[in-house]
């Protein structure tokens, strides 16, 4: 599996985490509030290692422009 597979893998897992939390944070917010707060929280993370996962990449593709350039 290359490079580029593997980070659509990623993100793709992580689009499915992200809904899945969003259900349960909508699902148990009248009946469980300790696990829909877990929920919104589990989006949160979802979202910080997207974003993380985001400037990663950016900053690789930048390093091997810069490397390609010298």
Do not use: F
């Amino acid at each position: 599996m290359n490079t580029l597979a593997q980070v659509l893998e990623i993100a793709s897992r992580l689009d499915h985490l992200g809904t899945c939390a969003e259900w349960i944070a909508r699902e148990t917010v009248h009946t469980d509030n300790s696990i829909s707060q877990t929920g919104t929280l589990m989006s949160v993370l979802t979202e910080d290692i997207r974003e993380k996962l985001t400037a990663l990449i950016s900053e690789l593709e930048q390093a091997a422009v810069m490397d390609g350039s010298h």
